[in-house]
C-alpha cells in the first residue's frame, strides 16, 4: 500500500488490519477477531476466533460451515455505535446481498468507511446501499472499469421471460451464484408475473430455504431431483455457474444456457463460456455507481481493491481524489 | 441496420450449426433485396478496403472519452470494436434509423475522412451499443462471428432454387452489392459480368496423414510427391490469365513475371517458390514478393518466381476435375509441354516401395525447403476442400528447442482475456547473461496450460508497455518449428517457420537454456 492519510490501518498477509481496533475486516487467513461485510467465501472464511457482523451474514456462516465453526460472534445492529479497543463501529446497509454491510470505523475522529461488495440499484432481497460522509473510503471495483454500465435489471427479466415463451420445448437452464443472485432474479421473475415453479440444482435450495425465511418471497421453488426427466421441457432451472458445463447438466438435452453475471456484458466472455443467453445482472456496482459512491461519501481519499484497480485510480486521481489501489492478496480476480 | 445488429449478436452467441443457418435463413428470407446483398459481403469478407482505420477510431473514441481509460478497456477487453460501442457515451438522442443498404451506400462514397468521421460519430450517437458494435465491425472488416462459407453456402440454398454445386460454382462470380446474387438464387439469369472461366475455383486440400490408417494401405494405390515450402497458387492460363492465393485474392500482379497469357483455357494448381540457379530458395526469400503489387525490375531478378505444378483442372474444354488423378497427371504433362515456359515444371513423383522407405525420404532430403510429402491417392478426383480418401499431407518431424519466455501479451476474441502471445528468446552468447528475442508463438498449450501461463505471467511482469507485458526471465518453452532460416529482419538474424509450443518446462532451470550459436547452427 502506498502512503494514505490512515497510518492505522495496516495491510497483513491475512487481510486488512485496523490497528487501534485489534481486528481484521473479512481476512483471508484464519484470525483472532475478524468484522465481515458479508457472507460470500471470499470475504466470510471459516475458523476465525471471534466474528462480528450483521445476523444474517452470521446465519449463513452458520449454515455453510455448521453451528460449531465459532463460538463468539457478535451481531452488529444498525444505529449501533460499538466501541471494539480503542475505535468504534457503526454498521450499514451495502446492497450486495441479504445481510450485507458497510463498516464506519472511527478512530479519533478519523472516519474510515469500508464498504465490502456494494450496489446502488434496487434488490428487493436486501436493504439499499446507504451512504455516509467519510474522510477515507474503501471501495470495490470488481467492474471498475467505464466499459461496465449495467442495464436495467428489468429488461435482462423480460429477456430470460420471453425466452422461456419462444422456446416452449426448451429447458432453461441458468447459471447464478447460490448467495444472493440466485434469490434476486427469483424474486425479479415473481415480479414480473413469472409463477411456474423455479427448479434449484441441489447447491442451491439451502440458502434459498434461508432467504424464504427471512420474508423473502420466492413462490413455488423445488429441487430439481424431484423433477422427472421427461417433465424437464419449458421449466427453468437454476444451477451454480460452475455447473453449467459439467456432468451434471448433460442430463438436459435440449437447453437454452445462460448465465446471470455482470460479465455478460462481454461479449467474448460470453462465447468462452458457452453461453446463448447472457443476462447482465450483476450484484456490484458498475462504473457509473462507483462514482456516483465516492460522490455521495465525498472522502479525502479513495482506497481501492477487488478489481480492475488502475483505471479507478487513475480517473479518481485525475478528478483530484487521493488515490490508491490497495493489492490485497485472496481475492479471485473475476469472482462476483 | 437493427435487423443486422440483431443477426451477428445471435450468430456470435448460437452454440449450433444448425441454430446459425436457420437465423441466416430467416434474414435472407425476411430482408430486402439491397439490404441481404450488403450482408452477404459483409458476412463474406467481401469489401474492398476498409472504411477506416484503427488508427482514426482510437482518434474519435479518445475525443469522445478519456484516453487512459480507453487503454485501459481496451486491454482488458481484447476488441476493439466491443470496447468502443461500450465505452462510447451517446448523448441520449433518439435512435436513428437506417437501413443496412443506406448505411453501405453512405459509407462506400465518402472520400474525405473528416466527414466520414463526422458522420460516423453523429450515427453512433444515435445508436444502441449492439448498434455501434456492428457498425464498427462492419467499418473495420474482419467479423469473425464463427460463419464460414460453408454455413453461408448452405443457408443461400434454403433460400433459393438453385443446387449448392451452382452455388459453389459461380460463388467468387459476384460483385458488390451481391443483389444479383440474390436475384440469380430466385431463378433469374446470372449477371452478363460473370465470365466462369475468369473465376477462381476452390481449392483441394490435403488431410493429415495418419500412420496406422496407412499401414494397411496399398502402395500402388498412391502417388507421392514433395510439398515445398512455398505459397499455394491456382494459374488460369488463358488471353486474360489471372493468379489467386489459396483463398481466391487475385495475386497476378504480385507474380507477374509468370507469363499467364495463352489461347485457351487452362486452370493450374501448383506451388509458387522462389527459384534462382536452379535451387529452391527459402520461404524467406519468396516473403519479399509477398504482397508486393508493383515489383521492381530488381526484385524480381534477385527474387525470380518459379511455379511447381501439381494438378490441372481445366484443358480447354475438358473438366479435368472429374478426372482420376492420373489421367489429370497426363493433361498437366501436356500442358507443360505446350506452354514452354522456362519458370513452370511439374512436381516430380518420388519413388518408393514402402511407407517406411517413403518417411525415411521425407526426414533426410537435404533440401531444406521442403515441408514433408503429399500423398495422393490414384483414383482421386479434384474435390473442393479436404476429401476423405483423396490427400493427405505427410510433413517432416519439426524442430524442437528450449526458449525462455521474455514477453507476453493479451490474445483477441476468444482468449482475449488471457496472455495467450508469447515472445520467447534465448541468450546471447555462453556468458548466458542477456536474453535476444526468437519469436513468437501462440499456440500449441491446452487450454489449461493457458490458465497456468497467464497466471505466471501475471505474477512475473517486470513491466507494462500497454498491451503487452515484459517478464522475469523464469519460464522455459519447449518450442517446436518447421525450418529455421536467416533473417536480416529479426534482432537475432534468425527467423523461425510457424512456431508453437510443444511443452511447457515448469521444471527446466533457464540457466540449461541454449545460446544464439547454437540456434544457428541448426540452419545446416
Redesign the interface.
Known amino acids: 500500500m502506498r502512503k494514505t492519510n490512515i497510518n492505522w490501518l495496516k495491510k497483513k498477509r491475512e487481510g486488512l488490519y485496523c490497528v487501534p481496533g485489534n481486528f481484521f475486516i473479512d481476512p483471508v487467513f484464519p484470525v483472532d477477531k475478524a468484522l465481515i461485510t458479508h457472507a460470500h467465501t471470499d470475504h466470510a472464511r471459516p475458523n476465525n476466533k471471534s466474528i462480528f457482523s450483521s445476523k444474517e451474514t452470521i446465519e449463513l456462516m452458520h449454515l455453510r460451515y455448521g453451528e460449531s465453526y465459532c463460538s463468539d460472534f457478535q451481531i452488529a445492529y444498525f444505529d449501533e455505535k460499538i466501541k471494539i479497543n480503542d475505535v468504534t463501529v457503526q454498521i450499514l446497509p451495502a446492497g450486495h446481498i441479504l445481510g450485507s454491510i458497510q463498516f464506519l470505523i472511527n478512530y479519533k475522529g478519523y472516519r474510515l468507511l469500508i464498504s465490502g461488495d456494494y450496489k446502488r440499484t434496487e434488490d428487493k432481497t436486501c436493504l439499499s446501499y446507504e451512504p455516509v460522509k467519510c474522510d477515507t473510503f474503501i471501495t470495490e471495483a470488481t467492474f471498475g ?5 449495467h442495464p436495467n435489471d428489468q429488461s435482462e427479466v423480460k429477456k430470460l421471460i420471453k425466452s422461456i415463451k419462444e422456446n416452449e420445448n426448451k429447458t432453461h437452464l441458468i447459471g447464478v451464484y447460490a448467495l444472493g443472485k440466485c434469490q434476486r432474479l427469483i424474486t425479479l421473475l415473481r415480479n414480473h408475473g413469472y409463477d411456474e415453479t423455479i427448479y434449484l440444482h441441489g447447491a442451491l435450495t439451502k440458502i434459498s430455504k434461508f432467504y424464504s425465511k427471512n420474508n423473502i418471497k420466492l413462490g413455488n421453488i423445488s429441487n430439481i431431483s424431484e423433477c422427472s426427466k421427461s417433465e424437464y421441457a419449458n421449466k427453468l432451472v437454476l444451477c451454480p455457474p460452475s455447473s453449467l458445463n459439467d456432468k451434471w447438466s448433460q442430463k438436459f438435452k435440449n437447453v437454452v444456457k445462460g448465465y446471470a453475471s455482470g460479465w455478460m ?8 463460456k ?5 443476462l447482465i445482472l450483476s450484484d456490484h456496482a458498475d462504473w457509473g455507481e462507483i462514482l456516483k459512491t465516492v460522490n455521495d461519501v465525498n472522502p479525502n481519499e479513495v482506497l481501492v481493491t477487488h478489481g ?1 484497480e ?2 479507478l485510480v ?2 479518481l486521481t ?1 478528478k483530484n481524489f487521493k488515490s490508491s489501489a490497495l493489492n490485497l492478496i485472496g481475492f479471485e480476480d473475476e469472482n462476483e | 441496420m437493427n435487423d443486422f445488429a440483431e443477426l451477428l449478436n445471435d450468430l456470435i452467441l448460437s452454440p449450433s450449426r444448425k441454430k446459425k443457418i436457420d437465423l441466416l435463413k430467416i434474414f435472407f428470407c425476411k430482408s430486402n433485396l439491397k439490404d441481404k446483398g450488403w450482408a452477404f459481403c459483409i458476412l463474406t469478407n467481401r469489401m474492398d478496403r476498409k472504411f477506416i482505420s484503427v488508427k482514426e477510431l482510437k482518434e474519435l473514441i479518445v475525443e469522445n472519452s478519456d484516453e487512459d481509460l480507453f487503454r485501459f478497456s481496451y486491454d482488458y477487453v481484447g476488441d476493439l470494436a466491443e470496447t468502443i460501442s461500450l465505452l462510447w457515451e451517446s448523448n441520449n438522442e433518439k435512435n436513428i434509423k437506417i437501413n443496412l443498404h443506406e448505411f453501405m451506400e453512405i459509407f462506400s462514397n465518402f472520400d474525405h475522412k473528416n466527414k466520414l468521421k463526422t458522420k460516423l460519430k453523429y450515427i453512433l450517437d444515435r445508436s444502441s451499443e449492439n448498434q455501434r458494435y456492428t457498425i464498427i465491425k462492419i467499418l473495420t472488416g474482419g467479423l469473425r462471428v464463427g460463419v464460414s462459407n460453408g454455413l453461408i453456402k448452405e443457408a443461400l440454398k434454403l433460400s433459393g432454387v438453385r443446387e449448392k454445386s451452382e452455388i459453389e460454382e459461380f460463388w467468387h462470380g459476384f460483385k458488390l452489392p451481391c443483389t444479383d446474387l440474390f436475384e440469380w438464387l430466385d431463378g433469374k439469369k446470372l449477371p452478363r459480368y460473370i465470365n466462369r472461366k475468369k473465376l477462381f475455383n476452390s481449392f483441394m486440400l490435403a488431410n493429415n496423414y495418419n500412420s496406422n490408417e496407412f499401414k494397411s494401405y496399398k502402395i500402388d494405390d498412391y502417388i507421392a510427391e514433395f510439398k515445398w515450402d512455398g505459397i499455394r497458387a491456382q494459374i488460369i492460363f488463358s488471353e486474360d490469365g489471372k493468379i489467386f492465393s489459396r483463398n481466391g485474392e487475385d495475386i497476378t500482379n504480385s507474380f507477374c513475371d509468370i507469363n499467364t497469357f495463352t489461347k485457351g483455357y487452362f486452370v493450374v494448381d501448383g506451388e509458387i517458390v522462389v527459384k534462382k540457379n536452379n535451387k529452391v530458395l527459402s520461404f524467406n526469400h519468396l516473403q519479399k514478393r509477398i504482397g508486393r503489387k508493383n515489383p521492381s525490375k530488381k526484385l524480381i531478378e534477385d527474387y525470380p518466381i518459379h511455379f511447381i505444378a501439381y494438378d490441372i483442372l481445366f484443358y480447354t474444354s475438358v473438366d479435368c476435375r472429374a478426372l482420376s488423378l492420373i489421367e489429370r497427371k497426363k493433361y498437366l504433362n501436356r500442358f507443360i509441354n505446350i506452354c514452354k515456359l522456362s519458370n513452370i515444371s511439374t512436381s516430380s513423383l518420388i519413388k518408393f516401395s514402402s511407407w517406411d522407405q517413403l518417411q525415411n525420404i521425407k526426414e533426410t532430403s537435404l533440401n531444406n525447403h521442403i515441408e514433408g510429402v503429399i500423398i495422393k491417392k490414384k483414383t482421386s478426383l479434384y474435390k473442393k476442400g479436404r476429401v476423405v480418401d483423396g490427400w493427405y499431407k505427410w510433413k517432416r518431424n519439426p524442430f524442437s528447442v528450449d526458449f525462455i519466455i521474455m514477453y507476453a501479451q493479451r490474445g483477441h476474441g476468444k482468449r482475449s482475456s488471457f496472455y495467450s502471445d508469447f515472445t520467447f528468446g534465448c541468450w546471447v552468447d555462453e556468458q548466458f547473461t542477456k536474453l535476444v528475442p526468437v519469436g513468437k508463438a501462440y499456440s500449441g498449450y491446452t487450454n489449461d496450460e493457458l490458465k497456468s501461463l497467464d497466471r505466471w505471467v501475471r505474477n512475473n511482469t517486470v513491466e507494462r508497455f500497454g498491451p503487452v507485458r515484459s517478464l522475469k526471465p523464469g519460464l522455459v518453452v519447449e518450442v517446436s518449428f518447421d525450418n529455421i532460416n536467416y533473417s536480416s529482419r529479426h534482432k537475432s538474424g534468425v527467423a523461425l517457420r510457424f512456431p508453437r509450443f510443444s511443452r511447457i518446462r515448469w521444471d527446466k532451470p533457464i540457466s540449461q537454456v541454449c545460446s544464439l550459436k547454437y540456434i544457428k547452427d541448426l540452419i545446416n
Open positions: 472499469l467505464p466499459i461496465f454500465n456484458r462481454i461479449r467474448q466472455r460470453v462465447k468462452q458457452n453461453i446463448e443467453l447472457p480492475r488502475e483505471a487513475n480517473y485525475k
